[in-house]
């Protein structure tokens, strides 16, 4: 948050989750408003990260999936995955990868899965649907 006169304005937003028991720590949604203070959410996740080692005494900090940074996809929901980074629909998956490469040079290998009981293109579409509607309501509040 900024400081505006006598109120406090949102510019970003980082939500974390435990995992792996209570040292280790994943980041859930990482934005930035649009407009904002260029570097809003480099300041929220460097405090984040004094106050998890601080305070929360934590070992790990995954910073999580860029979803679209896949360099060779074989399975249709990886091409979807790559289409969607061509078409830069949101938000630039470049851009988030580049920003999470500012703080780690560790990366491994991840899985996104899917009920086979359940449509994957549904599933995929509602895992959209909530980062779009994080989105929305960072934007209303502004």
Same mark, same amino acid.
């Given at each position: 948050?900024?400081?505006?006169? &006598?109120?406090?304005?949102?510019? #970003?937003?980082?939500?974390? *989750?435990?995992?792996?028991?209570?040292?280790?720590?994943?980041?859930? #949604? /990482?934005?930035?408003?649009?407009?904002?203070?260029?570097?809003?959410?480099?300041? +929220? /996740?460097? &405090?984040?990260?004094?106050?998890?080692?601080?305070? *929360?005494?934590?070992?790990?900090?995954?910073?999580? %999936?860029?979803?679209?940074i896949?360099?060779?996809? +074989?399975?249709?929901?990886?091409?979807? !995955?790559?289409?969607?980074?061509? +078409?830069? %629909?949101?938000?630039s998956?470049?851009? !988030?990868? #580049? %920003?999470?490469?500012?703080? #780690?040079?560790? &990366?491994? $290998?991840?899985?996104?899965?899917?009920?086979?009981?359940?449509?994957?293109?549904?599933?995929?579409?509602t895992? &959209?649907?909530? +980062?779009?509607?994080? *989105? !929305?309501?960072?934007?209303?509040? $502004?």
């Open positions: 948050c900024s400081r505006n006169s &006598e109120s406090y304005e949102l510019e #970003s937003l980082l939500s974390l *989750r435990r995992y792996m028991g209570s040292s280790h720590w994943y980041v859930d #949604s /990482l934005m930035q408003v649009p407009g904002g203070d260029r570097f809003a959410l480099d300041a +929220t /996740l460097a &405090e984040a990260m004094r106050w998890l080692k601080e305070e *929360r005494r934590a070992e790990a900090l995954a910073l999580g %999936f860029c979803p679209g896949i360099e060779d996809p +074989t399975t249709w929901v990886e091409k979807l !995955l790559a289409l969607w980074r061509k +078409t830069r %629909f949101l938000y998956p470049e851009g !988030l990868y #580049s %920003f999470k490469r500012k703080y #780690s040079s560790l &990366e491994l $290998q991840r899985y996104l899965l899917l009920d086979p009981g359940y449509g994957a293109l549904k599933q995929l579409s895992m &959209e649907a909530a +980062t779009l509607s994080l *989105r !929305l309501n960072l934007r209303s509040h $502004q």
